[in-house]
Protein backbone atom coordinates (compact mmCIF):
# COMPACT_ATOMS: atom_id res chain seq x y z
CA UNK A 1 0.00 0.00 0.00
CA UNK A 2 3.22 2.02 0.97
CA UNK A 3 4.09 1.85 -2.29
CA UNK A 4 1.32 2.52 -4.18
CA UNK A 5 1.04 5.68 -2.19
CA UNK A 6 4.76 6.55 -3.04
CA UNK A 7 4.06 5.84 -6.54
CA UNK A 8 1.23 7.55 -7.37
CA UNK A 9 2.59 10.85 -5.45
CA UNK A 10 5.75 10.34 -8.20
CA UNK A 11 3.50 10.67 -11.10
CA UNK A 12 1.00 13.35 -9.83
CA UNK A 13 4.42 15.00 -9.17
CA UNK A 14 5.44 14.52 -12.79
CA UNK A 15 2.62 15.15 -14.31
CA UNK A 16 1.89 18.32 -12.71
CA UNK A 17 5.71 19.35 -13.69
CA UNK A 18 5.29 18.76 -17.43
CA UNK A 19 2.05 20.49 -17.17
CA UNK A 20 3.14 23.41 -15.48
CA UNK A 21 5.99 23.61 -18.24
CA UNK A 22 3.37 23.13 -20.86
CA UNK A 23 1.54 25.73 -20.31
CA UNK A 24 4.70 28.55 -19.88
CA UNK A 25 6.47 27.13 -23.75
CA UNK A 26 5.27 28.75 -26.98
CA UNK A 27 4.60 26.21 -30.05
CA UNK A 28 8.61 26.81 -31.44
CA UNK A 29 10.02 25.73 -27.95
CA UNK A 30 10.28 22.59 -25.54
CA UNK A 31 10.48 21.54 -22.02
CA UNK A 32 13.57 20.52 -20.43
CA UNK A 33 12.95 17.58 -18.96
CA UNK A 34 12.60 17.41 -14.71
CA UNK A 35 12.02 20.89 -14.83
CA UNK A 36 9.53 23.87 -15.83
CA UNK A 37 11.98 26.01 -17.70
CA UNK A 38 11.48 26.20 -22.03
CA UNK A 39 14.44 25.66 -24.35
CA UNK A 40 14.27 26.72 -27.68
CA UNK A 41 13.45 23.76 -30.34
CA UNK A 42 16.03 23.77 -32.94
CA UNK A 43 14.32 21.88 -35.47
CA UNK A 44 11.94 24.87 -35.69
CA UNK A 45 14.76 27.26 -37.00
CA UNK A 46 17.49 27.46 -39.06
CA UNK A 47 20.43 29.25 -39.13
CA UNK A 48 20.84 31.41 -41.89
CA UNK A 49 23.25 34.17 -41.50
CA UNK A 50 20.58 36.90 -41.79
CA UNK A 51 20.26 39.88 -39.28
CA UNK A 52 17.51 39.74 -37.31
CA UNK A 53 14.38 41.79 -38.54
CA UNK A 54 12.13 43.56 -35.53
CA UNK A 55 8.77 43.88 -36.01
CA UNK A 56 7.83 47.55 -34.77
CA UNK A 57 4.30 48.60 -33.54
CA UNK A 58 3.54 51.90 -32.63
CA UNK A 59 0.21 51.97 -30.84
CA UNK A 60 -1.48 52.72 -28.08
CA UNK A 61 1.38 55.39 -27.14
CA UNK A 62 4.01 52.62 -27.10
CA UNK A 63 6.74 51.54 -29.27
CA UNK A 64 6.19 47.76 -29.28
CA UNK A 65 9.11 46.10 -30.47
CA UNK A 66 9.01 41.84 -31.04
CA UNK A 67 12.01 39.96 -31.84
CA UNK A 68 11.95 35.85 -32.31
CA UNK A 69 13.57 34.51 -29.28
CA UNK A 70 14.28 31.38 -30.91
CA UNK A 71 15.37 32.23 -34.13
CA UNK A 72 18.17 34.27 -32.32
CA UNK A 73 18.97 31.95 -30.15
CA UNK A 74 19.54 29.78 -32.87
CA UNK A 75 21.51 32.10 -35.09
CA UNK A 76 23.80 33.00 -32.43
CA UNK A 77 22.63 35.67 -30.31
CA UNK A 78 22.21 36.66 -26.82
CA UNK A 79 18.67 37.02 -25.29
CA UNK A 80 19.45 37.64 -22.14
CA UNK A 81 20.81 41.13 -23.09
CA UNK A 82 18.84 42.65 -25.53
CA UNK A 83 18.75 46.18 -24.78
CA UNK A 84 18.07 49.77 -26.30
CA UNK A 85 20.05 52.88 -25.26
CA UNK A 86 19.84 52.83 -21.69
CA UNK A 87 21.55 49.96 -20.74
CA UNK A 88 18.58 49.09 -17.84
CA UNK A 89 15.96 49.06 -20.29
CA UNK A 90 15.82 45.19 -21.49
CA UNK A 91 13.35 43.15 -23.36
CA UNK A 92 11.65 40.63 -21.64
CA UNK A 93 10.21 37.29 -22.69
CA UNK A 94 6.65 36.88 -24.40
CA UNK A 95 4.69 34.27 -26.25
CA UNK A 96 2.99 36.17 -29.03
CA UNK A 97 1.06 34.16 -31.40
CA UNK A 98 1.79 31.04 -29.40
CA UNK A 99 5.83 32.18 -30.22
CA UNK A 100 8.54 32.88 -27.68
CA UNK A 101 9.36 36.57 -28.39
CA UNK A 102 11.71 38.87 -26.96
CA UNK A 103 9.70 42.27 -26.27
CA UNK A 104 9.85 46.24 -25.58
CA UNK A 105 6.75 48.12 -24.60
CA UNK A 106 8.36 51.20 -25.09
CA UNK A 107 6.16 54.40 -23.76
CA UNK A 108 6.58 57.21 -26.48
CA UNK A 109 8.32 59.90 -23.92
CA UNK A 110 10.84 61.81 -24.29
CA UNK A 111 13.74 60.14 -22.99
CA UNK A 112 12.81 57.05 -21.38
CA UNK A 113 15.08 54.42 -22.10
CA UNK A 114 16.95 57.37 -23.74
CA UNK A 115 14.39 58.32 -26.77
CA UNK A 116 14.82 60.91 -28.50
CA UNK A 117 12.19 63.16 -30.55
CA UNK A 118 12.60 64.62 -33.91
CA UNK A 119 10.13 67.01 -34.71
CA UNK A 120 9.77 68.79 -38.20
CA UNK A 121 6.86 71.02 -39.92
CA UNK A 122 4.77 67.53 -40.94
CA UNK A 123 5.73 64.83 -38.43
CA UNK A 124 7.11 63.77 -35.54
CA UNK A 125 9.63 60.77 -34.48
CA UNK A 126 10.16 58.77 -31.57
CA UNK A 127 13.52 56.86 -31.41
CA UNK A 128 15.87 54.66 -29.82
CA UNK A 129 18.94 52.58 -30.70
CA UNK A 130 17.91 48.56 -30.16
CA UNK A 131 21.51 46.49 -29.05
CA UNK A 132 21.23 42.97 -30.06
CA UNK A 133 25.08 41.31 -28.96
CA UNK A 134 26.20 37.75 -30.20
CA UNK A 135 26.88 35.04 -28.01
CA UNK A 136 29.84 35.15 -25.56
CA UNK A 137 32.63 33.54 -27.67
CA UNK A 138 31.05 33.30 -30.82
CA UNK A 139 32.43 34.68 -33.56
CA UNK A 140 30.74 33.72 -36.16
CA UNK A 141 28.03 36.78 -35.06
CA UNK A 142 28.67 40.64 -34.97
CA UNK A 143 27.25 42.38 -32.12
CA UNK A 144 24.68 44.90 -33.79
CA UNK A 145 23.08 48.13 -33.08
CA UNK A 146 19.76 49.08 -35.09
CA UNK A 147 17.81 52.26 -34.85
CA UNK A 148 14.23 51.79 -34.25
CA UNK A 149 11.28 54.56 -34.57
CA UNK A 150 7.95 55.42 -34.99
CA UNK A 151 6.98 58.47 -37.04
CA UNK A 152 3.60 59.86 -36.60
CA UNK A 153 1.67 62.86 -39.08
CA UNK A 154 1.20 65.98 -37.06
CA UNK A 155 -1.67 66.76 -39.42
CA UNK A 156 -4.31 64.24 -37.76
CA UNK A 157 -7.51 64.36 -39.00
CA UNK A 158 -9.66 63.94 -35.66
CA UNK A 159 -13.73 63.53 -35.39
CA UNK A 160 -15.25 63.83 -32.52
CA UNK A 161 -18.40 62.31 -31.37
CA UNK A 162 -20.02 64.97 -29.04
CA UNK A 163 -22.90 67.73 -29.54
CA UNK A 164 -22.15 71.38 -28.85
CA UNK A 165 -25.31 72.94 -27.06
CA UNK A 166 -24.07 76.78 -26.65
CA UNK A 167 -25.96 78.42 -23.69
CA UNK A 168 -27.25 81.72 -24.94
CA UNK A 169 -28.09 84.43 -22.54
Known amino acids: MKTFLGLSILFYVLISVSADCGKTCASDEICITNSTNCE ?52 TREIVNDTAQMVFH ?39 AMNVSCIFSL ?6 NITLRPILG
Open 40 to 91: CNSTSYTKTGDYPFPTIDCNGGNMNIFLSKCWLEINGYNTSNIRLQDPTCLA
Open 155 to 160: TLSVQM
Open 106 to 144: QPLINKYCDNTIELNDTHVKYGNTLYIFSKQGLITQQNI
